[in-house]
C-alpha cells in the first residue's frame, strides 16, 4: 500500500501561481511514476502531469505545458505541482495519484493509489 496527502490548495487570482505538494508513505519502492489529476465539477477526471519516479522522465498535458512543472524529491518522497499564470478554468480538485508498473500514464486507470484531492480555486 502507498499513502499519498496532498497539501498547498486555496484561492488565488487569475495570473497567479500556487505549489501543490504530495507526500507518499508506505511501500514507494514499488512506485513507477507520480502523476497530478483534475477534476473539475461535472467534468471528468484530467490527466495534468507525471513524473518516473526513478529516471525523473516528465509528461505534460498540451494545455498546462510551459505554465505547470512537476518536480520531485526522492529523499522526502514528495512531489510537487508549480502552477504559474493559473485561469479561471483551472479550477478544480487536483489529485496525486501512484503507479505502480509502467503504463499509460495519461490515463487514470494506470494508477493504483489516489491521494484525498486538493482544492484550487482560481477567481477572474
Known amino acids: 500500500q502507498v499513502q499519498l496527502v496532498e497539501s498547498g490548495g486555496g484561492l488565488v487570482q487569475a495570473g497567479g501561481s500556487l505549489r501543490l505538494s504530495c507526500v507518499a508513505s508506505?511501500?514507494?519502492?514499488?512506485?513507477?511514476?507520480i502523476g497530478w489529476f483534475r477534476q473539475a465539477l461535472g467534468k471528468e477526471r484530467e490527466f495534468v502531469t507525471a513524473i518516473k519516479w526513478s529516471a525523473g522522465t516528465k509528461y505534460y498535458a498540451e494545455s498546462v505545458k510551459g505554465r505547470l512543472t512537476i518536480s520531485r524529491d526522492t529523499a522526502k518522497k514528495t512531489v510537487y505541482l508549480q502552477m504559474n499564470r493559473l485561469k479561471p478554468e483551472e479550477k478544480a480538485v487536483y489529485y496525486c495519484?501512484?503507479?505502480?508498473?509502467?503504463?499509460?500514464?495519461?490515463?487514470?486507470?494506470?494508477?493504483?493509489?489516489w491521494g484525498q484531492g486538493a482544492q484550487v480555486t482560481v477567481s477572474s
Open positions: 495519484a501512484a503507479s505502480s508498473s509502467p503504463g499509460a500514464l495519461r490515463y487514470h486507470g494506470s494508477y493504483d493509489y
Open positions: 508506505g511501500r514507494t519502492f514499488s512506485t513507477d511514476a
